[in-house]
């Protein structure tokens, strides 16, 4: 069983920046697909960022060119990088991992963005 630890969350003003990370319990290479979900009250889970094995990137166009998604192999990590922040980024933050076998999700981290 993967176990994974999220953190990073927080309150944040407008315009601001935090960068999420996702730790794995093994090595974050032996997954074929990783990304970031959020979950805005009352509203349906909704992809971010998504960042496969081969390098191939997505974003969700309400976050594309203000975050980013990149893989931290030294600590089995994988990092959301989030700037220019905006009210509507508030939620909470999944990550979620895919390998052959199975797809595993972490707890959350909510990120409030208030000023």
């Known amino acids: 069983q993967v176990q994974l630890v999220e953190s990073g969350g927080g309150l944040v003003q407008p315009g601001g920046s935090l960068k999420l990370s996702c730790v794995a319990s093994?090595?974050?290479?032996?997954?074929?697909?990783m990304g970031w979900y959020r979950q805005a009250p009352g509203k349906e889970r909704e992809l971010v960022a998504r960042?496969?094995?081969?390098?191939?990137?997505n974003y969700a166009d309400s976050v594309r060119s203000r975050f980013s998604i990149s893989r931290n192999s030294a600590k089995n990590a994988v990092e959301l990088q989030m700037n220019s922040l905006r009210p509507e980024d508030t939620a909470d933050y999944y990550c979620?991992?895919?390998?052959?076998?199975?797809?595993?999700w972490g707890p959350g981290t909510q990120v409030t963005v208030s000023s």
């Open positions: 979620n991992l895919l390998d052959q076998w199975n797809e595993y």
């Open positions: 093994r090595s974050i290479f032996s997954f074929s697909r």
């Open positions: 960042l496969s094995n081969t390098g191939a990137e």
